[in-house]
């Protein structure tokens, strides 16, 4: 009963280091997506997914890549890292519009 | 666009205190609206919701009502615990999207 898993729980980054944060469920949930927390701004969508092989932008997907291979994996990629993307990164899913997004337990970036 | 608007915190209420947190939205149609709530260190979990006008959600003590003709869906419980100290988010989701827009999150603190 994993639910949504992410790793890592933390992580500290150099300006210009490469990562990716992983993000897996075990629901069979179709839709899933990445949202970002930084404090008085609440949580914004970065990228989703509706389904393996579909993607799209969110509101801040400035710096960040994303791909659905499976259904059950949902990876972020930070390709060259900047301290404005020090923040709590969280990683949901759901499977349609009648039931709950699940969120995993986040990853805190800092970007030094 | 979508947009959601709540009370900023933090809040500190004493236990048994009864508690609101005003929320109110802007949205084309009818959307679905939501609380979710973050206790430290997770990610958020839904704690109830609405889908139509009139509609009450409910759960744990916690109950919100969706106003349509005032766009409010505000959080009400009656006597708080100290266990009710989290993060309380509003959301809504446009009818036929998958996303949802949250607004920047209240914290409450409930001390003994």
């Known amino acids: 009963n994993a639910g949504v898993t992410q790793t890592p729980k933390f992580q500290v980054l150099k300006t210009g280091q490469s990562m990716t944060l992983q993000c897996a469920q075990d629901?069979?949930?179709?839709?899933m997506s990445w949202y970002r927390q930084d404090p008085g701004m609440g949580l914004r969508l970065i990228h989703y997914s509706v389904g393996a092989g579909i993607t799209d932008q969110g509101e801040v997907p400035n710096g960040y890549n994303v791909s659905r291979s499976t259904t059950e994996d949902f990876p972020l990629r930070l390709l060259s890292a900047a301290p404005s993307q020090t923040s709590v990164y969280f990683c949901?899913?759901?499977?349609?519009?009648?039931?709950?997004?699940?969120f995993g337990n986040g990853t805190r970036l800092t970007v030094t | 666009g979508n947009s959601v608007t709540q009370m900023e915190g933090p809040v500190t209420l004493s236990e048994e205190a009864f508690l609101t947190i005003n929320c109110t939205y802007t949205a084309t149609g009818y959307p679905s609206l939501f609380w979710y709530v973050q206790y430290p260190g997770e990610g958020l979990q839904l704690l109830l919701k609405?889908?139509?006008?009139?509609d009450k959600g409910s759960n744990k003590g916690f109950e919100a009502t969706y106003r349509k003709e005032t766009t409010s869906f505000h959080l009400e419980k009656g006597s708080v615990q100290v266990s009710d100290s989290a993060v309380y988010f509003c959301a809504l989701r446009r009818a036929g999207s998958y996303q949802l827009t949250f607004g920047k999150g209240t914290k409450l603190s409930v001390i003994p």
């Open positions: 949901a899913s759901y499977q349609d519009e009648n039931s709950p997004l699940h």
């Open positions: 609405a889908t139509k006008a009139d």
């Open positions: 629901m069979n949930h179709e839709y």
